[in-house]
C-alpha cells in the first residue's frame, strides 16, 4: 500500500465503501446515467466466470443499462446467449456483431468511403458497444468477461469517478495486482515483462522525445482492459481493433483529454484467463505483443521526431532485452518474499521470444506502416446520422426473430 502520485491522478482503495459508491451513482442516474459494455466471445457462455459476473450485476442496480457486443458463430449460438443472458435483472441489449443484420449495416457503409468490413475482434465490438452505449448514458464503464474473481465493485470504482460531480474525470483507467492468491503465482507477464521495459527503453534509453511516453508511464497497468470514460469523450476517439486495443486507446483520450480529466483507480487483486506464448508472431501472446509493439512504432511516429529504422529497431530489441532480464531479477526478488511460485526460466524465455517479435513485428511495420484505428463515432454520425439507431433496431430484430422477445 502507498500514497505515491503519477502524473495523472490515482485513486488507491484504502477504505473505498462500495455500497456508498452505489448509493451515489444510484442518486445521480437520472441526470448522468450509467452504462456498462461487457465484449464476449460466444465461448464464454458456457464458462464460470461469466456466470459470476451475471449473479455479482444482479444484486447492483445503479448501472442503467448493460450492452453485449458478442461474436457468435450462428444463430443456435446466439439463441443460447440470449438465453443466458435473459437472466440480468438490467436492462441490457445483446448486440450480435457478426450477424447478418449488423453486418449489412456495415457492408453498405462502404457506399459513402466509409468501409469498416475489414477490422474484427474485440476492437470493433467495442465500438459498436460504444456508439449504442452513447445514446441514453452519461458514463460507459467496460471490462472484459472472463474475471476470475469478480464482484459488482469493479463496475462501481470505475463509474463513480465519471459521475460524481465532485470529481468529474472523463476518463478512469482500473489497475490491479495479477496475483493468484489461491495458487500463490504472479500473473500479468505481457506487461511486466513486455510493455514496462519496452516504455523504460524507449523512454530513458533511447530518448524519444515524445510528452506522450511520459504519460504512459503514469499508469499502473497500461494493458488494464477495465475502463470507463464520459459519453461525450467514447464519441471522439478512434478505437485500434486489433491487440493494441487499450494502449492506442491510451493514446486517444491523451490527444482529447486532459491530465487534470484523466486518473486510475485500484481495483485490488485480479485474475483471468491466461493465454499461452505461442510459436511466433502470428499466436497467443505473441501476436498480442506484436500488435502492441506496432502500435507503439505508430504512436512515436505520429508524435515524436524519432526516426523509426531497422538501426533504431536493433536497438530497442537489444535494449529491451537487458531491462527485461533486470527486470526478473526484481520480479523473482519479490515473489520470493511473498512465497509465491515463481519460474525464472520461464520467464526468461518469454523476454527472449518478446525481442525476437520486436524485431519481426517492426520489420513488417516499415515494410507496410498500417492503421488499425476504426473513425470515431463524431465522424461516422455526421455521415450517418441514425447509425446507433440502425445498430439498435438490428439488435432487436435479432432478438425478435431468434430468441422470440425484444429488449
Known amino acids: ?21 452505489e448509493d451515489k451513482i444510484k442518486q445521480l442516474e437520472q441526470k448522468r446515467p ?66 447478418k443484420r449488423i453486418q449489412k449495416i456495415i457492408d453498405d457503409m462502404k457506399e459513402i468511403d466509409l468501409d469498416l468490413t475489414g477490422f474484427r475482434g474485440k476492437g470493433m465490438d467495442a465500438w459498436l458497444g460504444l456508439g449504442v452505449a452513447s445514446l441514453n448514458s452519461y458514463a460507459i464503464a467496460l471490462h472484459d468477461a472472463d474475471i476470475v474473481n469478480y464482484t459488482s465493485a469493479i463496475p462501481l470504482k470505475l463509474l463513480y469517478p465519471i459521475v460524481s460531480r465532485d470529481l468529474n474525470f472523463f476518463f478512469n483507467k482500473g489497475y490491479y495486482a495479477r496475483v493468484n492468491l489461491d495458487k500463490k503465482t504472479m500473473h500479468g507477464r505481457v506487461y511486466r515483462l513486455f510493455i ?9 534509453e533511447l530518448r524519444c522525445d515524445s510528452d506522450i511516453l511520459d504519460y504512459f508511464r503514469s499508469f499502473r497497468y497500461t494493458l488494464s482492459g477495465e475502463f470507463a470514460m464520459t459519453s461525450d469523450l467514447a464519441l471522439n476517439i478512434r478505437i485500434p481493433s486489433d491487440w493494441g486495443l487499450e494502449v492506442g486507446l491510451l493514446a486517444e483520450v491523451y490527444r ?6 484523466v486518473c486510475q483507480t485500484d ?35 505520429e508524435s515524436s521526431t524519432t526516426p523509426i529504422s531497422p538501426s533504431f529497431l536493433h536497438s530497442v530489441q537489444v535494449k529491451y532485452k537487458r531491462r527485461g532480464q533486470d527486470l526478473i ?50 465522424r461516422v454520425l455526421s455521415a450517418i446520422p441514425d447509425l446507433r439507431e440502425q445498430i439498435c433496431y438490428a439488435a432487436r430484430e435479432d432478438a425478435r426473430e431468434f430468441n422470440g422477445n425484444v429488449f
Open 196 to 204: 514496462q521495459p519496452l516504455m523504460d527503453t524507449l523512454h530513458r
Open 267 to 301: 481495483l485490488g487483486f485480479y485474475d483471468h484467463k491466461h493465454k499461452k506464448l505461442g510459436q511466433d508472431r502470428t499466436e497467443g501472446l505473441c501476436k498480442m505483443t506484436g500488435d502492441i509493439f506496432s502500435t507503439f512504432l505508430r504512436i512515436i511516429t
Open 34 to 99: 450509467a452504462c456498462l459494455i461487457i465484449p464476449i466471445l460466444y465461448e464464454e457462455v458456457e464458462k464460470h466466470p461469466l456466470h459470476q459476473i451475471v449473479e455479482a450485476l444482479n444484486k447492483c442496480d445503479c448501472i442503467k443499462q448493460i450492452i453485449i457486443p458478442m461474436a457468435a458463430d450462428n444463430p443456435e449460438q446466439y439463441r443460447k446467449a440470449a438465453q443466458f443472458f435473459s437472466q440480468l435483472k438490467t436492462d441490457h441489449m445483446l448486440i450480435w456483431c457478426n450477424g
Open 329 to 378: 531479477r526484481k520480479y523473482y526478488t519479490d515473489a520470493l518474499f511473498n512465497g509465491l511460485n515463481f519460474n525464472r526460466h520461464e520467464e526468461e524465455t518469454y523476454v527472449d521470444m518478446f525481442s525476437k517479435v520486436i524485431m519481426k513485428s517492426g520489420e513488417e511495420y516499415l515494410d507496410k506502416p498500417h492503421d488499425m484505428l476504426l473513425p470515431d463515432w463524431t
Open 256 to 261: 482529447n483529454a486532459t491530465f487534470k480529466r
Open 1 to 21: 500500500m502507498d500514497f505515491h502520485q503519477e502524473d495523472i491522478t490515482t485513486i488507491h482503495d484504502f477504505c473505498i465503501d462500495v455500497n456508498k459508491l
